[in-house]
């Protein structure tokens, strides 16, 4: 499953490489028939492939969203646990970086837990990691290094949301038929599909918590938006009914 510009090239390209990965190759063995369906722009063809892959789950794409497994960091005291329920850290996708961040903020103070998952650069832990091997602890010194990668991916994913939360923009892209347009619209941290695009967000939380079932489709319209092809014009919204 995937998407394309050129579906012939992509369809040979299946078939003519010697190469492909092992699951790649059992989902060919398995093809009794190829479906395609033709949208007007490459951001809506995202986000169609996304939508399929969730419903349909085929097990030859290596990163299959599954906002069912998505988790939240909650703090507990000098405590971080896991949860489905929904806060403004996450919703994290890779559940084993979640937790081995939560074990590196084990026992930080919640000051220091929020500098650190708001991107601030984990420096006491790294000064624990020098005094680890000064001590010969070569194995725990290794340890805590791995679990401060993981905090610091997870920051960094944190850091993404946060930009999706704040973001109010539009998107407008070719429709299917000739001469039309379609606004892919975020606003309170939902992507919508409108007629028009609007010259004013309406009025409600500016930084809304990012829930589960919406953080792929998020992510696809922010990753257009930084770099959107020709055929789309970014519209960013303003609260006074202007655009920029």
């Not at 060919?28 to 969730?54: N, P």
């Not at 994290?92 to 601030?120: F, H, K, N, T, Y």
């Not at 091997?133 to 920051?155: H, M, N, Q, T, W």
């Amino acid at each position: 499953m995937g998407k394309a510009r050129d579906l012939r090239a992509r369809l040979r390209s299946y078939f003519h490489s010697q190469r492909q990965r092992p699951a790649v190759e059992s989902a060919l063995d398995q093809v009794e028939r190829i479906e395609w369906r033709v949208l007007g722009s490459e951001l809506a063809a995202s986000l169609e492939e996304i939508a399929l892959i969730r419903r349909l789950r085929p097990p030859a794409n290596r990163r299959t969203p599954m906002p069912e497994r998505y988790v939240y960091l909650h703090q507990r005291g000098e405590r971080i646990v896991l949860s489905r329920a929904p806060s403004r850290y996450g919703p994290l996708r890779r559940r084993a970086d979640a937790q081995r961040a939560a074990r590196a903020l084990r026992g930080c103070a919640p000051e220091e837990v929020q500098a650190l998952l708001g991107g601030a650069r984990p420096e006491r832990l790294r000064r624990e990691v020098v005094e680890l091997v000064e001590c010969r602890r070569e194995l725990d010194a290794r340890r805590l290094s791995g679990l401060i990668a993981s905090l610091e991916r997870v920051a960094g994913e944190i850091e993404r949301i946060e930009r999706i939360r704040r973001l109010s923009a539009c998107l407008l892209a070719p429709g299917l038929e000739p001469g039309t347009r379609e606004a892919y619209v975020v606003h309170e941290a939902k992507l919508t599909l409108r007629d028009t695009p609007p010259f004013e967000p309406p009025p409600g939380d500016p930084a809304p918590i990012v829930e589960a079932d919406e953080l792929d489709g998020l992510l696809v319209f922010a990753s257009f938006l930084d770099a959107p092809p020709p055929e789309l014009k970014a519209i960013r919204l303003e609260s006074r009914g202007r655009v920029a």
